[in-house]
Every structure is written in structure tokens, then in C-alpha cells.
């Protein structure tokens, strides 16, 4: 089955970093596909975070993470990373990825894979 693996959750205080990774399986991860990070927090809607563009490789993030939170890529390694700074308590909840071909940010299009998802709890 084609699909992302991610890694890189876990519990963290307030004010600390996480590095989420997101490792595509099954399928080969080309530039021209654009990435999103999707957060779903305890009882909200599902958001997306950040994004980078298959059009242009340009990074996006919601105004909440803008200035800590950079979203990247490796493609010769098939893999999209997520590097949160300055965790609030807000930012807890599951991160998933996921991928829509030739696609800018935010992706519009019915996606083509996602990531089984990845617990981010912020709490002292």
C-alpha cells in the first residue's frame, strides 16, 4: 500500500522543539508534488500547518505557527520534515501528512496519500 510513514511525536514542554518526519512508502516522492501537514487538535476540526508547493518548492504556514514551524524536503530520500519550535500548548495534536500531485499550497485537489499520523502532546 502506498502511503507516508511518519516518525517523530512524543511529549514535550512548553517552549521546547520537535522534529516530525515523513517518509514516503510504496511510491517515489517527486518535487512535483505539494506536501501538507495536517494538525488535528482534541476535539477540532483537522488544519493544515504548513505546506510546501509542487509548483515552486515554496514553504506556507498558517499565521498560529508562521516563525516556529519550517516544513522541508528531501527527495532523494523521499522524505518531508517538520521542524516546530517554541511549542505552545496549543500545538498539540495529531500531525499527518499528505500529498497531492502538481499542486501549489494549500492543496485543493483530492489527495493522493497520507501518513497514518503522529501524536504531538505539549504539556509540563
Known amino acids: 500500500q502506498a502511503e507516508f510513514v511518519e516518525s517523530g511525536g512524543g511529549l514535550v514542554q512548553p517552549g521546547g522543539s520537535l522534529n516530525l518526519s515523513c517518509t514516503a512508502s510504496?511510491?517515489?516522492?517527486?518535487?512535483?508534488?505539494?506536501i501538507t501537514w495536517f494538525r488535528q487538535a482534541p476535539g477540532k476540526e483537522r488544519e493544515g500547518v504548513s505546506c510546501i508547493s509542487g509548483i515552486d518548492d515554496s514553504p506556507y504556514h498558517t499565521s498560529s505557527v508562521k516563525g516556529r514551524f519550517t516544513i522541508s524536503r528531501d527527495n532523494r530520500k523521499m522524505t518531508v520534515y517538520l521542524q516546530m519550535t517554541q511549542l505552545k500548548p496549543e500545538d498539540t495534536g495529531v500531525y499527518s501528512c499528505?500529498?497531492?500531485?502538481?499542486?501549489?499550497?494549500?492543496?485543493?485537489?483530492?489527495?493522493?496519500?497520507w501518513g497514518q499520523g503522529a501524536q504531538v502532546t505539549v504539556s509540563s
Open positions: 499528505a500529498a497531492t500531485a502538481y499542486s501549489g499550497c494549500p492543496m485543493t485537489a483530492e489527495i493522493d496519500y
Open positions: 510504496g511510491f517515489s516522492l517527486g518535487y512535483f508534488y505539494a
